[in-house]
């Protein structure tokens, strides 16, 4: 009877306290996405993916971070979450966790971006975001030239998208978070992929030097999204983190 009772108190115990908000990164579908959340709530953790104006949901006018930030603060309101964040999602919850971080119970990164980069690949991809869109048609009237300049440049997102979006990725790229990485406060889990060539390695580990007391775990043989691939394992260093 006394152990019956231990393990509804223990669930109840983790139904108050694993809430979890997960921000995605640059992409316009979410499916992918459904082995990582059934997961984490079979595992008791109540995770909601949200739907991000600009990608999973619609914009009409242009962001910077700071709109992200406030959307976000308004999403979650007064209560003290979990937030999970990949990619362009870690950029965000960086950004709001150096504002609220009273709201924060644990920040999880995935492959987080917000390190700035000004190597010469990386300047080639921003000299093609701010003009490939203004001046594409002057440059060349060839529709296959102006998706090789795309390709490049690598990023077919960025084709896609619409001039409002476009010029929101630019602001987000541009964005630069790392001299600001030791305010972040709250208990932060740094997870990444060991072979990720979109946020090098590189940047996981200045991540992990700069943030005080987070922790840092590589998943071997991962690319970008370790949390489509290797699901369990990074279930895994969550629940850890978390418990």
Do not use: C
Request: hydrophobic share 35%; net charge positive.
């Amino acid at each position: 009877m006394q152990k019956g009772k231990s393990v509804a108190n223990q669930k109840k115990k983790m139904g108050t306290l694993k809430k979890a908000l997960i921000l995605h990164g640059w992409t316009y579908s979410t499916k992918k996405w459904e082995p990582f959340t059934t997961s984490l709530k079979d595992k008791g953790i109540q995770a909601e993916l949200l739907k991000i104006p600009g990608l999973t949901e619609k914009l009409d006018d242009v962001w910077n971070i700071n709109n992200y930030v406030d959307w976000l603060n308004e999403k979650i309101g007064s209560n003290k979450v979990i937030l999970i964040g990949h990619s362009n999602g870690g950029r965000i919850l960086l950004a709001f966790s150096l504002k609220y971080p009273q709201k924060i119970k644990h920040l999880i990164l995935i492959d987080s971006a917000g390190i700035y980069h000004n190597e010469l690949p990386i300047r080639l991809k921003r000299f093609v975001f701010k003009n490939i869109a203004r001046f594409g048609r002057k440059i060349t009237k060839s529709e296959s030239l102006r998706k090789f300049l795309y390709k490049l440049s690598r990023e077919s997102d960025y084709e896609k998208a619409s001039p409002i979006i476009r010029q929101t990725m630019i602001n987000l790229i541009t964005f630069d978070i790392s001299n600001s990485l030791n305010k972040v406060k709250a208990p932060t889990l740094i997870i990444w992929g060991e072979q990720d060539k979109t946020t090098p390695l590189s940047d996981g580990k200045l991540m992990h030097k700069l943030i005080k007391g987070s922790k840092f775990h590589i998943i071997k043989s991962a690319k970008h999204s370790p949390q489509y691939t290797h699901v369990t394992e990074v279930v895994k260093k969550i629940l850890e983190e978390i418990e």
